[in-house]
């Protein structure tokens, strides 16, 4: 998210009911989300000039002068509306998993809020250790974004059970993901951006914060863990309901 000890009489299969939504459909912690970056944006082009919106986006160097802030006002600023919808859509397309693992209830939305925002924190504060110096401005929530695609990807096979790291579709996405932003860095390019530079070692350190740590938001906010599967040879299976 396995074997069990065979008896005469077989107990009944357990039946995960587990949603499955359009990739751009999920419950409404996703839409809110996704809703905020959008809001913000449109606050920043209203409400701010350029010169203004850099003052809450994260600059590497500022951190050995003390200004923490940005780590966390960088994830809702951005470089222009097609910046701030490819990170809408993102949010849209991989948090529906996370949002319905951890629940609708008020404790697991508070979880999938604050493993937004932590793994966003951790991606920028990842970028800035890797370019301490740096005097170049960064803002946006792919970091964040990204996150919310690696604990999707802890779920892609089991859904209401997590897979394990060493699992073979964990693995093959997390060396796409990092194969697809290596390239981008290394172009300086992603499709639809314009000419917004690509921090990808966010998008990566990002990846890695979701992957980890959906076990423990899960712990701390999550619903009730369903029983044990009844092993390989059961007939445990996975329902969808509409």
């Not at 921090?199 to 863990?225: D, K």
Request: glycine share 12%.
């Amino acid at each position: 998210m396995q074997c069990a000890a065979r008896t005469k009489a077989r107990p009944e299969p357990y039946t995960v009911q587990q949603q499955r939504e359009p990739p751009l459909k999920g419950p409404w912690p996703v839409w809110t989300i996704a809703g905020a970056i959008l809001a913000s944006y449109a606050a920043q082009s209203l409400l701010l000039s350029d010169q203004g919106a850099l003052f809450f986006a994260l600059v590497p160097a500022d951190l050995a002068r003390g200004r923490w802030a940005p780590l966390f006002t960088a994830l809702f600023i951005h470089g222009g509306w097609a910046h701030a919808g490819m990170n809408a859509v993102g949010a849209l397309a991989f948090g529906t998993p996370a949002a319905r693992y951890l629940g609708l209830r008020a404790k697991g939305v508070l979880g999938f809020f604050l493993l937004f925002l932590v793994c966003g924190l951790i991606a920028n504060l990842g970028y800035a250790l890797l370019h301490w110096r740096d005097l170049a401005p960064m803002a946006g929530a792919s970091g964040a974004v990204s996150g919310l695609f690696g604990a999707a990807m802890r779920l892609v096979d089991q859904g209401r059970r997590l897979s394990p790291l060493r699992a073979r579709s964990v693995v093959a996405a997390t060396v796409a993901w990092i194969v697809i932003n290596a390239v981008m860095g290394t172009l300086g390019y992603a499709p639809g951006i314009g000419e917004v530079q690509i921090a990808w070692e966010a998008h990566i350190v990002g990846y890695f914060a979701g992957l980890l740590l959906i076990g423990p938001f899960a712990a701390l906010f999550g619903q009730a863990a369903p029983p044990e599967d009844l092993g390989e040879d059961s007939d445990a299976s996975i329902q969808s309901e509409d």
